[in-house]
């Protein structure tokens, strides 16, 4: 029987892609709707503010979850009978996520084009309107998620469409990329991860200290990343200190012990770092002791000569 059961099974998968059912519901079991809070900022929060809008909550779309967005989302909370903490989790953006399809206008569809342009690079109008070219890029990102491909945007595809990472902008003059373990693919990590790397590294390229070389984050579905023990859930990055002649992106890699190493302005990354994040970073891993008697870093083995950033 057992046998026969997956005979039987089989069958159905086979006869299930022949006639255009397309693959399961959930390619990416890992996938689920972020926990998004006060401090937070990136993709993903636009794409709140854009959904709390389509509810009829007055809130600015500036992709920063401050005071207005926090209480745009207890008022929410709070009308649908949800705990009102002002935290965005599952239940609060299963309430959120409005299915839509082609013919659909308004502000929820400016956040699924919100989304697939971050996260897929689509290259769709950002104008509410759920025409033919966000038809074509929400069967494209379902195909790659492994959904149903049926061109709707809908619960699966929103929870896939939230938790997927997205690729950090090296913005000119702020980042450059850097893969010294060769991972050259692993410079993704989730919307907030991201987006707060690069204010951090926007504020940091305004002090005249050069440019912040970014080593491994993630790679684009997260998993197992050569060299790293971590790094896996896409809110790992990391950076190097920061040189005295600011020639951190085409000069030697420097240890805290280096002559060149520049402590004052390594010391003002690491606050523009939690600056941007407020109530974000979880630690920095790096060896100065006195970042580390300052209480902006935290001592771990191996990392001399670079930063690990660990988001919340």
């Known amino acids: 029987m057992r046998q026969l059961a997956r005979v039987l099974a089989l069958f159905a998968a086979v006869t299930g892609l022949l006639l255009g059912a397309g693959p399961p519901a959930q390619a990416f079991p890992q996938a689920a709707f972020p926990l998004t809070s006060d401090g937070n900022r990136g993709t993903d929060v636009v794409a ?3 959904l709390l809008a389509a509810h009829g909550r007055q809130v600015a779309v500036d992709g920063v979850f401050g005071s207005g967005t926090r209480s745009a989302v207890v ?29 659909d206008s308004g502000p929820a569809v400016r956040a699924v084009q919100s989304l697939l342009n971050a996260k897929r690079s689509a290259g769709v109008p950002v104008d509410g309107v759920f025409g033919p070219a966000t038809y074509t890029a929400v069967r494209a990102f379902q ?7 049926d061109g709707v945007a809908g619960p699966a595809t929103w929870r896939n ?5 997205e690729n950090v902008d090296f913005g000119p003059g702020t980042m450059c990329a850097r893969s ?4 050259a693919d692993a410079h993704w990590a989730t919307a907030g991860a991201a987006a707060q790397l690069e ?3 926007a504020a940091f390229a305004g002090t005249g200290n050069g440019v912040l070389p970014v080593g491994d984050a993630s790679f684009e579905h997260g998993g197992d990343i050569p060299g790293h023990a971590g790094h896996e859930v896409g809110m790992d990055i990391d950076v190097w200190p920061v040189r005295t002649d600011s020639a951190q992106c085409t000069a030697g890699r420097i240890t805290w012990q280096s002559a060149s190493y520049d402590r004052a302005a390594t010391r003002r990354l690491v606050q523009e770092i939690r600056a941007k994040a407020p109530g974000h970073v979880a630690l920095v891993y790096f060896n100065d002791p006195q970042l580390i008697s300052e209480g902006l870093t935290t001592s771990y083995p191996n990392h ?3 930063l690990h950033i660990r988001y919340r």
């Open 48 to 50: 709140l503010q854009h």
């Open 304 to 306: 001399d000569n670079h």
């Open 199 to 201: 204010a951090a590294a």
């Open 75 to 103: 008022g929410f909370q709070q009308s649908e009978g949800l705990t009102a903490d002002g935290v965005v989790g599952p239940a609060t953006w299963g309430a959120l996520a409005v299915t839509v399809r082609q013919g």
């Open 143 to 149: 195909s790659h998620a492994g959904l149903g491909v």
């Open 161 to 165: 469409l939230l938790w997927h990472f």
């Open 180 to 183: 010294p373990d060769g991972n």
